[in-house]
């Protein structure tokens, strides 16, 4: 039993309006929350603080909150979510981003899984090895460090291990 909530701003810096992006005639947040349907979820939320997003995304049936402008992150628009609904305690609550209209329902399903197994997280997002210097390199790639039993100890948009000592020369790294 399981919840996908998928955080979605429209006022990205690196791209706005990208959750209206249509792809295949509907919009990329859309075909994310079609994505996640198919893994089983019990409920698909796309959490967003932007009237057109949760107009477009209920034109499509898919279930829509609207939260708080000042989220600084996708994870603060999560727990709104989780709070303004009651999510029960124990309730599992899968973090899937809107810019992932090709993420495959099994992944979301394993995450599910392993967090039905665990009893100290009930928050997950999927993170995948890099295997190319270039996104290794790029902003626009999150990257997550995780602890030796494979949760997360921190995320950013920096290489990792980011050259403390060299990081004023960042013409290697996709801007």
Known sequence: MFWVVIPARRASSRLPNKPLAD??????????AEQAKKSGA?????????????????RHDVEAMLTRTDHPSGTDRIAEVA???????????????????????ELITQVAQTLHQSTKACVATAATPIHEASMAKSIHVVKVV??????????????????????????????
């Open 83 to 105: 709070e303004s609904l009651r999510a029960p305690a124990d309730q599992i609550l899968i973090n899937v981003q809107g810019d992932e209209p090709l993420i495959e329902p």
């Open 146 to 175: 995780c602890n030796a039993h494979g949760h997360a100890l921190y995320f950013s948009r920096a290489p990792i291990p980011f050259d403390r000592d060299g990081w004023q020369d960042l013409s290697g790294v996709g801007m």
């Open 42 to 58: 019990d409920r698909v939320i796309v959490a967003t603080d932007d009237d057109e997003i949760r107009h477009a995304v209920e």
């Open 23 to 32: 792809i295949g005639g509907a919009p990329m947040v859309v075909r994310v």
